[in-house]
T-cell receptor, first 110, second 117 residues
Framework: TQLLEQSPQFLSIQEGENLTVYCNSSSVFSSLQWYRQEPGEGPVLLVTVVTGGEVKKLKRLTFQFGDARKDSSLHITAAQPGDTGLYLCAGASGTYKYIFGTGTRLKVLA | NAGVMQNPRHLVRRRGQEARLRCSPMKGHSHVYWYRQLPEEGLKFMVYLQKENIIDESGMPKERFSAEFPKEGPSILRIQQVVRGDSAAYFC???????????????FGPGTRLLVL
């Protein structure tokens, strides 16, 4: 069974601080996605990484896919209250199925 | 462009009743996925459908749950004889069905929150 473990589960930080969220597995994934989900809404795709070692930047967010394609990280620089939400990683399993991680709930305090 | 639409947004059922959840994919999308999310957890894959075909239902409980995506109209996730353990948020996602598989972005709807009393 493929599992994706995210850490930390909960994170509360002050506005302006930096943070890193991790997504780890013992399985290899052909691609990995990061989503942000706000209360009462569905997940919204932030990025897809495909190549081992790949780094993608989205404004203050930096995403990295591990060389072995088993893990990924999300780094947020100078966090803002608008970054508050549930961050989910999802690994492509097989042809079309995605395995979702356990989630990291981030709260950024003004 | 309208996104993925789900209704109802909230559904309350008593034990033993039936729940019908509807999903209208984005315009032009022919692939639909259903996921279930329990409180404080990630999403769990349930079923993948194309128009008039169930491609993979490996995540669906063997009993009481069924899904369809007819040629016309929305996709329906049906739960018969609901139990308290069915209480969860159910999300639908759609993709164009052009590139195929994980190469396609899945766009999620806002979800239906089912509460079984």
């Amino acid at each position: 069974t493929q599992l994706l473990e995210q850490s930390p589960q909960f994170l509360s930080i002050q506005e302006g601080e930096n943070l890193t969220v991790y997504c780890n597995s013992s399985s290899v994934f052909s691609s990995l996605q990061w989503y942000r989900q706000e209360p009462g809404e569905g997940p919204v795709l932030l990025v897809t990484v495909v190549t081992g070692g790949e780094v993608k930047k989205l404004k203050r967010l930096t995403f990295q896919f591990g060389d072995a394609r088993k893990d990924s990280s999300l780094h947020i620089t100078a966090a803002q209250p608008g970054d508050t939400g549930l961050y989910l990683c999802a690994g492509a399993s097989g042809t079309y199925k995605y395995i979702f991680g356990t989630g990291t709930r981030l709260k950024v305090l003004a | 462009n309208a996104g993925v639409m789900q209704n109802p947004r909230h559904l309350v059922r008593r034990r033993g009743q039936e729940a019908r959840l509807r999903c209208s994919p984005m315009k032009g999308h022919s692939h639909v996925y259903w996921y279930r999310q329990l409180p404080e957890e990630g999403l769990k894959f349930m079923v993948y459908l194309q128009k008039e075909n169930i491609i993979d239902e490996s995540g669906m409980p063997k009993e009481r749950f069924s899904a369809e995506f007819p040629k016309e109209g929305p996709s329906i996730l049906r739960i018969q004889q609901v139990v308290r353990g069915d209480s969860a948020a159910y999300f639908c996602a759609s993709s164009p069905g052009l590139a195929g598989g994980w190469r396609e972005t899945q766009y999620f709807g806002p979800g239906t929150r089912l509460l079984v009393l």
